[in-house]
DNA sequence: CTATCATTTAGACGAACGTCGAAACACCCG
DNA sequence: CGGGTGTTTCGACGTTCGTCTAAATGATAG
């Protein structure tokens, strides 16, 4: 495993974070954003990957072991291991072993191309 | 369904109107804030109802028809029908019947907090 | 009132998902 | 080396999801 195995686009994006697609009311989503977008959204849309990856993004130093994660949940390690992976495939974190522990963190780039996907409906382009 | 329960769109809508829970990297989301918020990604979650979504809160006059959705899918009008229900459920989009045609229109309090959900992980933080 | 068009409901089916227990793999310590 | 702990992979099971066809409801025009 090591770090991240992202298939995605991660190619000279630069400073560019959300830089797929403009705000979902800014003008239609392609098909393949709205494909892609749906991967990214699909491992999030679960109570107990939401809560990972809230522990893990807010957790001290920026990291958290899955030893800290388990005992949060009523769930057995296998299906917490799972929801992992899951959010490691999707680009949302990165994961390192360090000695006996494997250690988890945030991708912010991925998760603000969610951010901005939603972003400011209040400033509308309905100017024209 | 007919005029759903359309809780009042046009009030003071700052992006944190309502926002439940801070950023996802702020602090650890709670079981029942995880869950709500699970199931409002759910619903955004598919290819599909994410580009109906996104082509109802960018066509002109803030509103489409069912008549200007289903042409750009090869979906039966039932399926289409289907993935609307989902998303009026979840509160993300408003709809009434007028006339001959039934409309559709983005709510988007409930689109913010998503927006607000993870959003500025890296910008504003700021003071406070 | 009947014909017709627009949309939703109802029921069914296969695919994908979340969970588990058992087993395998990785690393540390005597 | 062998035992022990932490983590992931493997199969399996029941549930949920996306799609369809068929039929029902709503509204307008003759």
Not at 20 to 34: N, T, V, W
Not at 74 to 85: E, F, M, Q
Not at 98 to 117: F, K, S
């Amino acid at each position: 495993m090591t770090s991240t195995t992202l298939p995605l686009v991660r190619a000279g994006q630069g400073a560019q974070e959300g830089a797929c697609c403009a705000p979902i009311a800014r003008e239609p989503l392609s098909e393949g954003d709205a494909a892609e977008l749906a991967v990214l959204l699909k491992a999030v849309a679960d109570p107990v990957r939401l809560r990972l990856l809230s522990m893990i993004g807010s957790h001290a130093g920026g990291e958290a072991c899955v030893c800290d994660l388990t005992d949060a949940f009523d769930l057995t390690a296998p299906t917490i291991s799972h929801h992992l992976k899951v959010l490691r495939t999707a680009g949302l974190i990165g994961s390192e072993r360090r000695g006996t522990w494997v250690y988890y963190w945030i991708i912010p780039e991925t998760v603000n191309r969610l951010g901005a996907l939603f972003a400011p409906l209040t400033a509308p382009a309905v100017a024209q």
